[in-house]
């Protein structure tokens, strides 16, 4: 991780892109308990996917079970400003 910077004040990844002041992990353990209320997606900002899940109970449940795996085991999800969530 390289000194914060008042563009990325979390550090910037490998890449060159700037970390988020959300972390996946937290994204991840409230999508897979209250992923049928979109809980995981209104916390990085995805509030139009996040609606979405509270009106079909997070896809009956198989939609928030996934998107709760792909939050904690992906590198690459962002939050609503395109910002890497940290790890």
Avoid: H
Wanted: net charge positive.
């Amino acid at each position: 991780m390289t000194v914060p910077t008042p563009q990325a004040p979390y550090g910037v990844d490998p890449l060159g892109r700037p970390y988020s002041d959300k972390s996946k992990i937290v994204a991840g353990i409230l999508q897979l308990f209250l992923g049928t209320l979109g809980i995981g997606r209104f916390y990085v900002g995805s509030v139009g996917v996040g609606v979405a899940q509270l009106l079909t109970c997070g896809g009956l449940g198989f939609w928030a079970l996934i998107d709760g795996i792909l939050f904690l085991t992906s590198n690459d999800r962002t939050d609503k400003e395109g910002r890497i969530l940290r790890g």
